[in-house]
């Protein structure tokens, strides 16, 4: 069940092929019904994304981006690291408890899988890698049928994360974009690369997909401590390319929605919540803000973030952020209704 890893965010056809296999052997024999408007069913809960909504999949990859080894998952029943980069839970496990799924989202390429876990979703997503296509869509329809292809793939929710590792890592940190792209084309490029994917989903017969914005990433304790100066502000260049960003991902999903009358592609503002958590920690129950749990909470992150790391907190849940990049589980908690609160709604 392991897929190779390249580009980020492309589909793989072969991998909803699985799920609607799945979903056609036992789809008369199990259920979900959720509390959603109109009395509406969520079948399964579906992710694509990077390390913050990654469940386990980077444990199955070939890539130093991993964290599968303490303290991550101190905090996860038993404290079993699972390839989470969190203390606990992640926003993939809250999504798929928020549309009555299940509380816990699997990773697609944990090999101990089972087939009845594929009915109710998976999280494809990993930290920095993606998957790409490996057949063709007619594959899919030729196994299930065209009719039950689209019923599944129609009623499931689709959850699109990305965007932040693209500002803060590929464009500000290394030079092979900052050199020929400024901040405006470099957006344009991170939106046309979510419209060709956003596409293929659609294609596929994915209709109710969220898309979340990028974050306020450059008031993540690493970006603090890279770009905020000897006082560790907020990298305001990073913010900036994050607002626009998301103001022209906005614009391209509302003209999708024009386009695609058939469709439900909802913008799933982060950027603003997380900030008001950010700057208002004490508000959310939270201590410290401006550095994470892991280690002296200002650069640590994956194969830096050990059991050996000094300094590392007792209580996560009184950090916003884990490590100096991923939210700690109580973020997420906290975090995830809220951006849902306002646009749950628009799904259906």
């Known amino acids: 069940m392991k897929f190779p890893s390249s580009k980020p965010l492309s589909c793989s056809y072969i991998i909803i092929f699985s799920i609607l296999l799945v979903f056609n052997i036992f789809h008369n024999t199990t259920g979900i019904t959720a509390r ?9 809960v579906i992710i694509f994304g990077d390390s913050i909504v990654d469940t386990g999949n980077n444990n199955y990859i070939e890539t130093v981006v991993k964290c599968d080894f303490p303290p991550y998952g101190r905090d996860f029943n038993g404290g079993k690291p699972t390839g989470r980069f969190s203390n606990g839970k992640v926003a993939a496990d809250f999504l798929a408890e928020i549309f009555g799924v299940k509380k816990i989202l699997p990773a697609y390429l944990d090999p101990n899988l089972q087939l009845q876990d ?42 699109v994360c990305a965007g932040s590792n693209d500002i803060a890592n590929t464009y500000f940190s290394t030079p092979f974009r900052i050199a020929h792209y400024d901040i405006p084309g470099y957006t344009d490029l991170m939106v046309r690369s979510a419209t060709s994917f956003l596409q293929e989903l659609h294609g596929l017969g994915a209709r109710r997909i969220g898309v979340l914005s990028s974050p306020s990433i450059g008031c993540v304790p690493s970006q603090r401590t890279l770009a905020g100066g000897i006082l560790r502000g907020c990298s305001e260049s990073a913010n900036q390319a994050a607002i626009l960003f998301n103001s022209k991902l906005s614009s391209q999903l509302d003209s999708f929605n024009k386009r695609l009358p058939d469709a439900r592609l909802v913008y799933l503002d982060i950027y603003n919540p997380l900030l008001a958590i950010i700057q208002n920690p004490s508000q959310y129950g939270f201590q410290e803000a401006n550095k994470g749990c892991c280690g002296t909470g200002k650069i640590e992150v994956s194969i830096l973030c050990t059991s050996f790391s000094p300094e590392t907190c007792t209580n996560a849940s009184e950090y916003v952020f884990w490590d ?25």
């Open 36 to 44: 959603l408007p109109n009395n509406e069913t969520v079948p399964a």
């Open 118 to 159: 594929l009915l109710t979703g998976v999280s494809f997503a990993s930290g920095g890698a993606g998957y790409d296509p490996l057949t063709a869509k007619i594959v899919i329809k030729e196994a299930v049928g065209e009719s039950r292809t689209a019923t599944i793939l129609s009623k499931s929710i689709f959850i």
């Open 324 to 348: 100096s990049y991923h939210p700690s589980e109580q973020t997420s908690k906290i975090l995830t209704p809220i951006v849902l609160d306002d646009y749950i709604y628009k799904f259906f």
